[in-house]
């Protein structure tokens, strides 16, 4: 399983990001737990999202509750994170993650095997 991010960039405080993580392969069997973390140099890598499937019901960190949505392209292999309302405490690297399931998952970076390479998002 490959991730590749996009869609990072620079915004301001209330502004919005869409951030797209390209998944290039999958698992024969079980599911898929995906995830977006982010990490603030100097600080632990923190979940942010992560959903099983294609139709589970998403999870989100507190700090980004009632801001953050995960969604999915099926179409294109793609999972989603869009960012609303951000502030400059959102301001950090953002990666993806994926594992194989057979019904958890979770946001604890730990769970994940596969990352993409991460995308810088700035809000100032």
């Known amino acids: 399983v490959q991730l590749v991010e996009s869609g990072g960039g620079s915004v301001q405080t209330g502004g919005s990001l869409r951030l797209s993580c390209q998944v290039n392969?999958?698992?024969?069997?079980?599911?898929?737990?995906m995830g977006w973390f982010r990490h603030i140099p100097g600080k632990e890598r923190e979940g942010v999202g992560s959903?099983?499937?294609?139709?589970?019901?998403?999870a989100y960190s507190d700090s980004v509750k009632g801001r953050f949505t995960l969604s999915h392209d099926n179409g294109k292999n793609t999972l989603f994170l869009q960012m609303n309302s951000l502030v400059p405490e959102d301001t950090a690297m953002y990666y993806c993650?994926?594992?194989?399931?057979?019904?958890?998952?979770?946001?604890?970076?730990?769970?994940?095997?596969?990352w993409g390479q991460g995308t810088q998002v700035t809000v100032s």
């Open positions: 392969g999958s698992y024969k069997r079980g599911s898929m737990c």
């Open positions: 959903i099983l499937g294609t139709n589970g019901s998403p």
């Open positions: 993650a994926a594992e194989r399931s057979w019904g958890l998952c979770s946001l604890d970076p730990k769970f994940f095997r596969h």
